[in-house]
């Protein structure tokens, strides 16, 4: 079946410190791949999106490229700030299933 | 915007009551899902419905029971809470059955089985 690996948190980082979240995903047929953001006390928000290969989703500062040779769509910031501390997931779907599989989520804390 | 709106935002169960979990969604979206989150875990698709009329069984059907009352309503029924069902529950909703589309997501329910 479909499954997304993510790195293992948490991430603590520094304000205007590079970030990379690393992704990588198992799928039968051509998914479109997402990086969701779910802050404290709040429900999910997508980031962004990316729906074929070779694709860059961007969004807020955040990008992510849809690799299919290796398979991993990593989220990369140039520059993070402590309103990015929230979890990260990244998510697919495949084909027809309309029905998201995400990994289990990367938590970022951002300090001063 | 609405969007996707869940109730209750926190509940608290004893061992074997019921309740449901009511969501709505007002942009006219043709699938609708129930997902939970546990720490560690990620979400977890319990149940959804690709169409109105339509429901199927997820990844954790188990302890679930859902109902698409109409277009904009799914909900979601525990018909005995047990403890293993302390989570977070998301509701969520995409215009359909094509992988691009978006899928947007509730506040999310704080429940907790004691």
């Known amino acids: 079946g479909d499954s997304v690996t993510q790195m293992e948190g948490p991430v603590t980082l520094s304000e205007e410190a590079f970030l990379t979240i690393n992704c990588t995903y198992t799928a039968t047929g051509y998914p479109s791949l997402f990086w969701y953001v779910q802050y404290p006390g709040e429900g999910l928000q997508l980031l962004l999106k990316?729906?074929?290969?070779?694709d860059k989703g961007s969004n807020k500062g955040f990008e992510a490229t849809y690799r299919k040779e290796t398979t991993s769509f990593h989220l990369e910031k140039g520059s993070v700030q402590v309103s990015d501390s929230a979890v990260y997931f990244c998510a697919l779907i495949t084909g027809t299933a309309s029905k998201l599989t995400f990994g289990t989520g990367t938590r970022l804390q951002v300090t001063l | 915007n609405a969007g996707v709106t869940q109730t209750p935002k926190f509940q608290v169960l004893k061992t074997g009551q019921s309740m449901t979990l009511q969501c709505a969604q007002d942009?006219?979206?043709?699938?609708m899902y129930w997902y939970r989150q546990d720490p560690g875990m990620g979400l977890r698709l319990i149940y959804y419905?690709?169409?109105?009329?339509?429901?199927d069984k997820g990844e954790v059907p188990n302890g679930y029971n859902v109902s698409r009352l109409n277009k904009r309503e799914f909900s979601l029924r525990l018909e005995s809470a047990a403890p293993s069902q302390t989570s977070v529950y998301f509701c969520?909703?995409?215009?359909?059955?094509?992988?691009?589309?978006?899928?947007?997501f509730g506040e999310g329910s704080w429940l907790t089985v004691v």
């Open positions: 419905s690709a169409s109105e009329g339509t429901t």
């Open positions: 990316a729906t074929k290969a070779d």
């Open positions: 942009m006219n979206h043709n699938s």
């Open positions: 969520a909703s995409s215009r359909g059955a094509i992988s691009g589309n978006t899928i947007y």
